[in-house]
């Protein structure tokens, strides 16, 4: 069974920062393309942010300029730098992951709440 375990949530006020971690321990496949999404109460499930093996982002338009997604390979690592962050990014947040097989891998989902 895979695992996709997240880490690093919480409460922050408005214009902190916080650091989400995700990592896919002990899994021998290869990883394509990692990537965050979230979910708002009442709101469809968004994209927040994806990169590629070979580094490429891409970044929901609300968060451009705000967040930076990174990975270590070598590590199943990926990260999501969350900076300014403003009540309205407010959601839970979710890791995913692409293999090269295109199967997909969620996490378990982290709580993100940014007070006023």
């Known amino acids: 069974q895979v695992q996709v375990v997240e880490s690093g949530g919480g409460l922050v006020q408005a214009g902190g920062s916080l650091r989400l971690a995700c990592a896919a321990p002990g899994s021998t496949f290869s990883i394509n393309d990692m990537g965050w999404y979230r979910q708002a109460p009442g709101k469809q499930r968004e994209l927040v942010a994806t990169?590629?093996?070979?580094?490429?982002?891409n970044y929901g338009d609300s968060v451009k300029g705000r967040f930076t997604i990174s990975r270590d390979n070598a590590k199943r690592t990926w990260y999501l730098q969350m900076n300014s962050l403003k009540p309205e990014d407010t959601a839970v947040y979710y890791c995913?992951?692409?293999?090269?097989?295109?199967?997909?891998?969620w996490g378990q989902g982290t709580q993100v709440t940014v007070s006023s």
């Open positions: 995913n992951l692409v293999t090269d097989w295109h199967i997909e891998y």
């Open positions: 990169i590629t093996r070979t580094g490429t982002t």
